[in-house]
Nanobody
Framework: VQLQASGGGLVQAGGSLRLSCAASGRTESRRTMGWFRQAPGKERELVATITWTAIRTYYGDYVKGRFTISRDNAKNLVYLQMNSLKPEDTAVYYC????????????WGQGTLVTVSS
């Protein structure tokens, strides 16, 4: 499975962006998907996750109420709607797929840069 993230860009504080993650290849595994981010000089952190059925989602405290993760399994797409963006949201955002057997985040996309200006 290959993952391709897109949708990043430059936005003013308070604005919105929607990131997309397209999965290609052998996508038959029912994987939990996630978005992570890494700001300059900081460690990568988990932003949000969504299970295959989308029944369960998880959000980091720093994005709760502002970001929404969703997925369209028919199109092999995962989205991250980001509203009320803050300068501290500036980071490279990565999508990832959890291995259904081992439970680790084993698959990663190339990342898309989000820059929020104040």
């Amino acid at each position: 499975v290959q993952l391709q993230a897109s949708g990043g860009g430059l936005v003013q504080a308070g604005g919105s962006l929607r990131l997309s993650c397209a999965a290609s290849g052998r996508t038959e595994s029912r994987r939990t998907m996630g978005w992570f981010r890494q700001a300059p000089g900081k460690e990568r952190e988990l932003v949000a996750t969504i299970t295959w059925t989308a029944i369960r989602t998880y959000y980091g405290d720093y994005v709760k109420g502002r970001f929404t993760i969703s997925r369209d399994n028919a199109k092999n797409l995962v989205y991250l709607q980001m509203n009320s963006l803050k300068p501290e949201d500036t980071a490279v955002y990565y999508c990832s797929a959890k291995d259904p057997i081992f439970g680790n985040w084993g698959l990663w996309g190339q990342g898309t840069l989000v820059t929020v200006s104040s």
